[in-house]
């Protein structure tokens, strides 16, 4: 028994020296062949460098790039302080502030340090960080109201339009501060002085027989909005006025008086009626003046000479030169109520009671008259009513 059993002993003592020197012989081979890879990857690497230098440069670049984002979410949650002591609403406070004052401050002071809607900026110590400014890209510049009365000098392009425009007028401000532009709105001269008010309104010289009821009544305005205007300086309760005196009219409207040329006696041509249906007078012209207050016609741009057309059948009522503006004109009339005028011509090319058909040559483009260069005044009169043509037209 005792024999069996140091022979099991040994056996099992044999068995795991052959193991373990199994084991060694497998961990050499295992280290031998690693030693070896890793030596000729070096070798590799240093024999042929240049080939790496892409990925390496890649590698780096990418792990810059984490290292800049880890960095940035790192301070980000950090809580700077204002500044190095704390500081408190009443240490913040001016040093000779007292009394009502003092009062006053302290609470424009804690509406400063107090968040939206009432959330307090405090870090819950008693201490304020900084106020945040709330991200404001764009600059609001306000609108200041003018003083008084301006003087404009008239460039090249502009137009009354253009210049009301620019001061947030209407047109009909520029027209009724401006006698000269008044009797002539598309007839500007660069140089010319065009004054400008500083409200809409109108502007009048005082006579000898004016006072603020005739005033008031002939520019459609309450009395009381004449005297009170803060541009006009009377001097309450009696607000006199003198001769001379220029005063605005705030909101004043002046009556449109249309120009009236001699029109035609004679008999009507056989035939010679409208049919009320227009067409443009230009062909392929372009609309340089619109139709507003102070010009009820369009303006159509083309080259001088170029074709103008009856815009409907009628007859000539007026062939002519004008002297209201118009230079070389001719009136059509449509028989049927209807007028159409034709002015700042070069050439005429029919007479007076003589009969025409929608779209006859009848004239050519001009820049006659009140004009500052080559184009057609339109207008059409409906028993003698300014219309805007543009209504008219296809």
Same mark, same amino acid.
């Given at each position: 028994?005792?024999?069996? *059993? ?217 009395? *009381? ?123 005429? %090319? ?32 409906? %028993? ?11």
């Amino acid at each position: 028994m005792k024999k069996s *059993m140091q022979i099991s002993q040994r056996k099992v003592l044999s068995f795991a020296i052959e193991g373990g020197q199994a084991l060694r012989r497998g961990l050499e081979n295992v280290f031998v062949r690693a030693f070896a890879w890793l030596a000729t990857t070096v070798y590799r690497c240093a024999g042929d460098w240049r080939g790496w230098r892409p990925f390496l440069t890649r590698t780096s670049a990418h792990l810059a790039v984490v290292v800049v984002a880890v960095a940035v979410i790192g301070l980000n949650s950090v809580k700077w302080p204002a500044q190095t002591g704390s500081v408190s609403a009443m240490s913040a406070l001016p040093a000779a502030a007292s009394g009502e004052d003092f009062v006053g401050s302290t609470e424009t002071l804690m509406l400063e340090l107090n968040g939206k809607n009432g959330e307090s900026l405090s870090n819950g110590n008693g201490t304020y960080g900084a106020v945040p400014r709330m991200a404001q890209p764009h600059t609001t510049i306000p609108e200041r109201p003018r003083l008084g009365v301006e003087t404009y000098i008239v460039q090249a392009g502009d137009t009354v339009q253009s210049i009301a425009a620019a001061y947030n007028l209407e047109p009909t401000t520029i027209m009724w501060a401006n006698p000269t532009i008044e009797d002539a709105p598309d007839l500007l001269r660069i140089g010319q002085e065009v004054i400008i008010l500083p409200i809409d309104g109108a502007y009048h010289t005082v006579t000898a027989d004016d006072t603020l009821d005739s005033l008031a009544e002939t520019y459609k305005v309450v009395s *009381m909005t004449i005297a009170t205007c803060e541009y006009n300086n009377l001097a309450p309760p009696d607000y006199t006025i003198k001769e001379g005196d220029r005063l605005i009219i705030p909101g004043g409207e002046k009556p449109y008086v249309p120009k009236v040329v001699t029109s035609y006696t004679g008999s009507v041509p056989g035939g010679a009626r409208g049919t009320g249906r227009f067409q443009w007078p230009v062909v392929g012209a372009r609309i340089t003046q619109g139709f507003w207050h102070g010009h009820r016609a369009i303006d159509l741009g083309a080259p001088t000479g170029s074709a103008v057309q009856a815009a409907d059948g009628g007859f000539v009522s007026f062939a002519g030169w004008t002297d209201v503006g118009y230079g070389y004109l001719i009136v059509i009339d449509h028989a049927n109520g209807f007028a159409t005028y034709y002015a700042h011509l070069s050439n005429i %090319y029919v007479e007076v009671g003589q009969a025409v058909e929608r779209g006859q040559v009848i004239g050519a483009v001009g820049s006659t008259g009140w004009s500052t260069g080559p184009h057609l005044h339109f207008e059409i009169r409906y %028993y003698g009513e300014q219309l805007n043509p543009r209504a008219h037209l296809p």
